[in-house]
Structures are given as C-alpha cells and as structure tokens.
C-alpha cells in the first residue's frame, strides 16, 4: 500500500519563476494539506483541499495557489517565486476510518537562486 | 501568538535510556487534538502518537506514551529504552476544532541517541 507520493523530490529555480509541486495521496484519503516547512522551523500550513475545493487557507499569498484533481492528486503552484520561499513543501493526506492523523510524503525540497 | 512551544531546542539521550521531550500549547477551544510526528533527515513526517482533549487516559503507542497534562496545558513525550533509529526532529503540533487539515506545529526538539 503505497503512502503519500510527492514530486519533484528536489528542484531547483530561480526568482520570478513559476514551480508545479504534485503530490498523490494514499490509498482511501480524500483531503490534501500542504505545508511549507523552511529550515530549521516548524512546518506551516498552507491550505488544504476537499472535493475539489479550497477549504482552509493559512497565512500565506495569493502566490500560493492549489488544485485538487478527481482522482484526489493535488497540485501545489508558487508564482513569482522569492529567495524566502526556498523550503521543503510537505503534502499532507487524511480520510477514510484513520481521518484523525495527517499522512506526510517525503517532501518537494524548493530552492530558489 | 506562538500555539505550540517546544523549548528544547536539542537533546542527547544514551541508547536504552528515557527521554522526555517538553510541549505546551495554547488554545480556547475545549476539542482538540495532539500530536507528535517524527522527522529524520529524509523529510518525512512520521506519525507517532495522538490525544485527544477529551481523553481520559494517556495515550500509549509501543515505546512512546504522552504525558497529557490538560490543566496546565502540556502534553510531554515519553520515549522509553531509546534506540539509535530514533535520532530525528521530533515536533508536537495540535489541531483545533473544525480545522481538520490544519495542524500547527511547535519548533521541534532535536534528539540524537548516542551508543
């Protein structure tokens, strides 16, 4: 049973750039949270996604920008990337008889020259 | 406001010792829920165990157990006869009530189990 798949693992742009961040949840989950957790910190929460629909939203700009597809897969878009949004970008799945705990990938590791 | 405060910024632990690590939150809500995930150096946040404020008991899972005290509003992590494997970030975080995504994390205790 395959978890929380996250891609690209590693990924490098620079300023202005646009980047794409894929994450397909595990079997039986239907709800997908993203995160962004920079170096040395705490992850933070970006917003989270449920049929198809941007549910909650944390403190973050309208750079930021997701999709939910109906197979459940979930895009993560960052517009005009900055040096500040270099991070690991955490997807984050629940549902299904275990929808109390948050599933983690591995992460997109974003670095922005 | 800072939710969730995790003051041991790193710890050193001697394998098949105990190790306590700290997590108090802040919160209005009476429903919410606590956790504490585990984060080696590959990135990925593992589950390791839940409480919920209702909870009468303190939750237990395996080698780990949470010290839930709600009126002082900390929920300690206990791992028992430490391994080498458990060297990681470990992170306490809390989901208030109808924010079922979202959870909020502390700064995280780095621990590192030494032979």
């Known amino acids: 049973d395959a978890g929380v798949t996250q891609s690209p693992t590693h990924l490098i742009k620079t300023r202005g750039q646009q980047v794409t961040l894929r994450c397909s949840p595990k079997s039986g989950h239907d709800t997908v949270s993203w995160y962004q957790q920079a170096l040395g910190q705490g992850p933070q929460f970006i917003f989270q996604y449920y049929e198809e629909e941007e549910r909650q939203r944390g403190n973050f700009p309208d750079r930021f920008s997701g999709h939910q597809f109906p197979n459940y897969s979930s895009e993560l878009n960052v517009n005009a990337l900055l040096l500040g949004d270099s991070a690991l970008y955490l997807c984050?799945?629940?549902?299904?008889?275990?929808?109390?705990?948050?599933?983690f990938g591995a992460g997109s590791r974003l670095t922005v020259l | 406001a800072q939710k969730i405060t995790q003051t041991q910024p790193g710890m050193f632990v001697q394998e098949k010792e105990a190790v306590t690590l700290d997590c108090t939150y802040d919160?209005?809500?009476?429903?919410?829920?606590l956790f504490w995930y585990k984060q080696p150096s590959s990135g990925e946040m593992i589950f390791l165990i839940y409480q919920g404020s209702y909870d009468e008991q303190n939750a237990t899972e395996g080698r780990y157990s949470l010290n839930f005290q709600k009126a002082r509003k900390s929920a300690n992590l206990v791992i028992s006869a430490s391994q080498l494997g458990d060297s990681a970030m470990y992170f306490c975080a809390m989901r208030e009530v109808d924010s079922w995504g979202k959870l909020q994390f502390g700064a995280g205790t780095q621990v590192v189990v030494t032979p």
């Open positions: 984050a799945t629940t549902g299904g008889s275990g929808a109390n705990v948050l599933t």
């Open positions: 919160t209005s809500d009476q429903s919410y829920g």
